[in-house]
């Protein structure tokens, strides 16, 4: 069971990347999934997250209107798009699945997830 991770760079202020994460070994189509972001000496925070219909998402303040997450399920694969691209962005940026969960509160704690990607590094210039 793996989480793949990919679609970091480094790119301009305003920029936009997309990320993709593919997930392999399980049924990924029973799982919510989300976006995790750890700048340095920072904690890991939460930038987004989907259930597993993809029916429902949520966002952090600091990138709604910025960001979509979304998944297909039939290619066991979640992205987030990213536009609008600020220097604050840059970290490294985890997928991850986990749940389903039974609480909306749930989707934005890290702890509750139980399977974790390599992360993908993404640096945002000025």
């Known amino acids: 069971v793996q989480l793949q991770a990919c679609g970091g760079g480094l790119v301009q202020a305003g920029g936009f990347l997309r990320l993709s994460c593919v997930a392999s070994?399980?049924?990924?189509?029973?799982?919510?999934a989300g976006w995790f972001r750890q700048a340095p000496g920072k904690e890991r925070e939460f930038v987004a997250a989907?259930?597993?219909?993809?029916?429902?998402?949520y966002y952090a303040d600091s990138v709604k209107g910025r960001f979509t997450i979304s998944r297909d399920n039939a290619k066991n694969t979640v992205y987030l798009q990213m536009n609008s691209l600020k220097p604050e962005d840059t970290a490294v940026y985890y997928c991850t699945v986990g749940g389903p969960f039974r609480s909306d509160s749930y989707f934005r704690k890290s702890d509750e997830y139980d399977l974790w990607g390599q992360g993908t590094q993404v640096t945002v210039s000025s």
């Open positions: 989907i259930n597993w219909s993809g029916g429902m998402t």
């Open positions: 070994g399980r049924t990924f189509s029973s799982y919510d």
